[in-house]
């Protein structure tokens, strides 16, 4: 058995809207054209202008029906006014010649759709003309004025429902663009979102690979260097085996980065003493920290980037300039916290680890300082080069 109901509901759209509202228009035409050919209350009969007049109407209510609902395109919006502003003339003609009260639903109709159609002015003066048209005809075949004018306010009645859907109709598109609008705005908030998450991740890869990667690096190819010379053995193994305690560290600094990622940054001043220690252990260079306290008022991404900054520079003082002392200066202050890394001239020849990596250390370092609204300025400072960052302090909570 078909549900006839479910099918022709607007939610399952079994059948499309316009196909849905043209047998309605059609039927209303028809029970319109019925009632002012077979209604003899008036003086007048319909006779042959009025049957004329009568199918103007309905031949204009056809066009005007299938150019909304069925073909708008083939037959055209200037044949849809035309039929139109016809329906409105020959209706308020038919009415206005003392006809049953059936035919003031033509001119009612078109000043309907007109006023739904086209803006207040244009409609507004087409109803004008309809409602004059009514008046006058009405005078010529001296028709009983009082009903003329009841058709004339019958008429704008209708005229103001088209004006109460137009605002309807418009609303509702406002509130569609509106619902669009904002469907895009979260769809680019959303991107945007991703694309930062997926830097921020990208820069996490980057310097926890950068470090243990490069401190392994150094020792392999010591290693490496003593086995083939065959002179020192033991050192060499002495080699791989710090190696894999950087292996294990590597591992370790991956579940740090991982717990940054989940903002859950361990104190600033230890990992910058574990930073120093390690450096010392794998290079033998001097490593001073100066980091007489911890920041207490910045966010975890801020403090993060702290550390990174020294990390990164520490990877590059091994590359670029083996075996020089470098200090560690941590400065706390209520206006901002300042890390600062130095490094002195090198004391050992560069290796191939110099050109290494992408050179993304930097770039990646200044994306932090920024993300966190500080400010990152390295350069060389006499002999040796100057990491130094700035992170203004976070302000207090209400």
């Known amino acids: 058995m078909i549900d006839w109901p479910a099918r022709w509901s607007t939610e399952h759209r079994a059948v499309p809207s316009k196909y849905r509202k043209l047998p309605t228009q059609l039927v209303a035409l028809g029970f319109v054209t019925w009632g ?26 056809i066009v005007w029906s299938a150019g909304l609902y069925l073909a708008p395109r083939r037959i055209g919006e200037r044949a849809v006014i035309a039929s139109v502003v016809v329906l409105g003339l020959a209706g308020a003609v038919l009415a206005g010649l003392d006809m049953p009260s059936w035919a003031v639903s033509f001119p009612a109709a078109a000043s309907l759709s007109m006023a739904i159609r086209f803006g207040l002015r244009t409609s507004l003066a087409a109803v004008f003309g309809f409602g004059a048209t009514i008046v006058v005809t009405g005078a010529l075949a001296r028709s009983d004025l009082g009903t003329g004018v009841a058709y004339v306010f019958s008429m704008f009645g209708f005229f103001g429902l088209g004006l109460g859907r137009r605002a309807q109709a418009q609303r509702a598109a406002t509130s569609e663009q509106l619902l669009a609008e904002t469907r895009r705005a979260n769809a680019e908030q959303a991107h945007a979102a991703a694309l930062a998450e997926r830097s921020r991740i990208a820069r996490e890869i980057h310097d926890v690979l950068a470090h243990s990667l490069s401190a392994l690096t150094v020792q392999l190819e010591a290693a490496d260097a003593l086995l083939t010379s065959g002179t020192n053995p033991d050192k060499a193994h002495n080699y791989v085996i710090t190696a894999r305690r950087i292996a294990r560290e590597g591992l370790t600094e991956t579940r740090r980065a991982i717990a940054a990622l989940r903002e859950d940054t361990p104190p600033l001043r230890s990992l910058l003493r574990g930073l120093a220690d ?61 890390l600062t890394v130095t490094n002195a001239a090198a004391t050992a020849p560069v290796t191939t680890l110099a050109s290494s990596g992408g050179g993304y250390g930097l770039a990646g370092l200044k994306e932090r300082a920024e993300l966190a609204g500080g400010t990152l ?14 992170i203004p302090a976070r302000p207090a909570q209400p």
């Open 36 to 61: 002012v050919a077979t209604q003899r209350n008036h003086a007048h009969a319909l006779g042959p202008l009025g049957a004329i007049l009568l199918g103007i109407c309905c031949a204009s209510w």
């Open 278 to 338: 390690t450096y010392e252990s794998d290079t033998g260079a001097t490593v001073t920290v100066i980091a007489d306290c911890d920041p207490t008022n910045l966010q975890p991404d801020a403090s993060l980037a702290l550390y990174r900054t020294a990390q990164e520079s520490l990877t590059n003082a091994r590359k670029h300039a083996p075996g020089a002392a470098i200090e560690l200066a941590l400065d706390c202050s209520e206006a901002a916290t300042e």
């Open 377 to 390: 300025v390295a350069g060389p400072c006499g002999d040796g080069w100057r990491v130094s960052l700035r």
